[in-house]
């Protein structure tokens, strides 16, 4: 519950901050309608020659953009952020503050810096997943909700995990900056379910960075394509790789020397 009031604190810091700077929310906005808007049109465009890619229906690629955009949103609002703070304050030495304080440094890392106006792109990804559900016209069972959700929460964990460990390559490397902006443009390739790529491709999406996990299985499960193998593989996933990624994490704090060492 601490964490959690922590974690409140912060979000009213950077709310505050941001609200001195309210154009940002128009340029947040128009860029994230921008993106979205082309992502669809070019769906559209797919749409208007088959009915289907490789099984999948419009309506269900649809959900997947949805959930494509909410977990976007989630990176960009509360782990890209904090994740870039982190290698910068690595780099220039101002970490030295964040081991001062008496809360977890993996946390005050994690979301001392939040980008509040990316909430939008998790607002558009739940307004595209409604429409997308509403046109499939099939009713989501108990079952498949909890699926859908406990993937959400597990492609969530794993993303924040792999970032984890990404950035905390900064204790030993000087620009880290350059490999999240390419697990970023690795993302990209989650707006399409993962069956359409070739294996090559499909293996690194699951196993290399695993971007699959954050959103094509979440649909999955709504589409009732999910089996139960995929489901234990994904929360083994999770649990393995958030603990890798706090213990690199507390591996990287003790080879970190700090700017007054």
Do not use: C
């Not at 703070?85 to 001392?112: H, N, Y």
């Not at 492609?155 to 460990?165: C, E, H, K, Q, R």
């Not at 089996?227 to 003790?254: D, E, Q």
Request: no cysteine; hydrophobic share 55%; aromatic share 14%.
């Amino acid at each position: 519950m601490n964490y959690l009031r922590l974690i409140g604190v912060f979000f009213r810091v950077n709310i505050a901050g941001e609200l001195a700077y309210r154009i940002n929310f128009l340029f947040s906005f128009f860029e994230s309608v921008m993106g979205l808007g082309f992502t669809l049109a070019g769906m559209a465009i797919i749409f208007s020659y088959t009915d289907s890619l490789n099984g999948w229906r419009p309506e269900e690629i649809l959900a997947l953009v949805g959930v494509y955009s909410l977990i976007g949103g989630v990176i960009r609002v509360a782990i890209l952020p904090g994740m870039q703070q982190l290698t910068e304050s690595v780099r220039d030495g101002t970490f030295d503050f964040t081991l001062t304080k008496p809360e977890d440094a993996q946390l005050i890392a994690t979301f001392s810096r939040v980008a509040v106006w990316k909430i939008i792109d998790i607002f558009l990804g739940l307004v595209i997943l409604i429409i997308a559900l509403a046109r499939m016209g099939s009713v989501i069972g108990g079952v498949q909700a909890v699926e859908f959700l406990g993937m959400l929460l597990t492609g969530s964990v794993i993303v924040y995990s792999f970032f984890l460990i990404l950035a905390t390559l900064a204790f030993w490397l000087v620009r880290v900056e350059n490999i999240l902006t390419i697990f970023l443009s690795v993302y990209h390739a989650g707006r399409w379910p993962l069956s359409l790529y070739p294996g090559w491709l499909r293996y690194g999406l699951i196993f290399v960075i695993p971007v699959a996990f954050a959103t094509t299985i979440p649909v999955e499960a709504l589409t009732s394509r999910l089996n139960w193998v995929t489901l234990l593989a994904a929360f083994i996933a999770a649990a393995v790789l958030f603990i890798v990624s706090r213990a690199f994490w507390k591996f990287g704090l003790r080879h970190y020397s700090g700017a007054s060492a």
